[in-house]
Structure formats: structure tokens, C-alpha cells
Nanobody
């Protein structure tokens, strides 16, 4: 099994910054795609940003120029640097990792973190 542990959420004032981290553990062979999603109350979960193993990134239009996704392949960790935060960024943020791990054989995984609350408010 692959387990994910998120950290970095909390309360931040508008215009402030926050960095989220998501570390994966387990017998991981490789992680193809790492991503961050968010879900605000009463809304569907949406993709915020994703990054491939080779470093190609994709961002939601609402966060372009403000958020930066990065990854450390050696640590199986993905980060989300959030700057110029707005109240509308308030949501529970989830990391999602997809790749291959070993458990009696090589298998694919598609794992989600437990979610971390980010609240942007004065």
C-alpha cells in the first residue's frame, strides 16, 4: 500500500502565502503524476495543479501565476507553494499521486491524501 501524509494547511490572511507538502511512503517504484486538488463547501473537487515525473506542469486558470507545484522525486514528495492567497482559495486541499509500487508484484496505485484545510480570511 502507498500512504500519503499532507501538511501545511491553516489560516492565512488574504495576500499571504502558504506551502503544502504531501509525502508518500511504501514500496514505490515510480510516481508518474503528482497533483493537488481542492474542494470548497458545496462545490465539486477540482484540479489545482499537477506535475509529471519529467516536470511538466498544469494549473487551473484561477491559480496561474500565484501557485507553484514542485516535486522531489528522491523523497516522493510534492509541494504546492501558494502566494497571493484570496478568500476564494479557501478549501480542503488534497494531494493525489499515481504510479507504480511493489506488493508481491508491480502494481499501479492512485492514492489520495487525507486533506488539509486552507482558510484565507482576515
Amino acid at each position: 500500500q502507498v500512504q500519503l501524509v499532507e501538511s501545511g494547511g491553516g489560516l492565512v490572511q488574504p495576500g499571504g502565502s502558504r506551502r503544502l507538502s504531501c509525502a508518500a511512503s511504501g514500496s514505490i517504484l515510480s510516481i508518474a503524476v503528482m497533483g493537488w486538488y481542492r474542494q470548497a463547501p458545496g462545490k465539486q473537487r477540482e484540479l489545482v495543479a499537477s506535475i509529471t515525473r519529467s516536470g511538466d506542469t498544469n494549473y487551473a486558470d484561477s491559480v496561474k501565476g500565484r501557485f507553484t507545484i514542485s516535486r522531489d522525486n528522491a523523497k516522493n514528495t510534492v509541494y504546492l507553494q501558494m502566494n497571493s492567497l484570496k478568500p476564494e482559495d479557501t478549501a480542503v486541499y488534497y494531494c493525489n499521486l499515481r504510479g507504480i509500487y511493489y506488493s508481491g508484484g508491480y502494481q499501479t496505485f492512485d492514492s489520495w491524501g487525507q486533506g488539509t484545510q486552507v482558510t484565507v480570511s482576515s
